[in-house]
């Protein structure tokens, strides 16, 4: 854990929702552990996975550039994972992979250890909220089934804001949503492109939930184990 600072002017915590609180990669190993077996896919899913997971981060990066779009997105990183892997698949098979694992997904609701705790202890003191780049619908089932709605007064996503994170109108929207300002919030998330420079550049504190080892920096606190967070916003 890196660089403290004053938490004493805080009133609302802002989350990300998936890799952040939602175990994304467990609750997707899940979901393409089915599909496969269902499929009698003999390949190995470990194997698969390791090619899969930076991928899918690679993609959803330019997705949040809005350089492709959200088919292009289920479906090339799909088609770019099978390619590595050496396996012929067919686009029509592709996309029915693509609709089943939307939908497998949704089933699993696997949380980042030490999610409920954390939030146990923030509630007692903060307002808290969720922004997400993600679809209204998807992201309110998976709060809703995984028990982290109790927690949020209120879930902000790209979909109904129609901008994603860093963009700093989603941040506008959110905190304009819990009438509060700037000064008196700070973001918690994984991404450190979308979650912590979005957040700092629109005049919010941050805390960088560092899961997937991204480069080290001293613009805010870094924890690898959200519980750490304690430790900041005691």
């Excluded at 990669?25 to 393409?32: D, I, P, Q, R, T």
């Excluded at 693509?98 to 699993?108: M, P």
Aim: hydrophobic share 40%.
């Amino acid at each position: 854990m890196e660089k403290k600072f004053n938490h004493n002017n805080i009133s609302d915590v802002f989350f990300d929702l998936d890799h952040t609180l939602w175990d994304f990669e467990k609750n997707s190993a899940l979901a393409f552990k089915s599909i496969f077996k269902n499929k009698g896919y003999k390949f190995s899913i470990h194997n698969f996975l390791k090619i899969y997971n930076p991928i899918n981060h690679y993609y959803w990066k330019l997705y949040r550039e809005n350089i492709i779009n959200h088919k292009e997105l289920r479906i090339r990183r799909l088609k770019s994972s099978f390619d590595m892997i050496g396996i012929k698949i067919n686009i029509k098979e592709i996309n029915e992979i693509s609709e089943f694992y939307a939908e497998k997904l949704l089933n699993y609701n696997h949380l980042i250890p030490g999610a409920i705790e954390l939030l146990k202890f923030l509630k007692k003191k903060y307002s808290l909220s969720i922004i997400t780049n993600g679809f209204k619908k998807n992201q309110n089932i998976k709060v809703e089934n995984s028990g982290l709605n109790q927690f949020f007064d209120n879930i902000i996503t790209s979909e109904e804001v129609g901008f994603k994170k860093p963009d700093p109108i989603i941040f506008k929207k959110a905190l304009e949503k819990s009438i509060v300002m700037p000064v008196n919030s700070v973001m918690i998330g994984d991404s450190f492109e979308a979650d912590i420079m979005g957040a700092l550049n629109f005049g919010m504190k941050a805390i960088h939930f560092n899961s997937h080892n991204e480069k080290k920096h001293n613009l805010c606190p870094i924890v690898y184990e959200l519980i750490e967070i304690k430790e900041i916003l005691f």
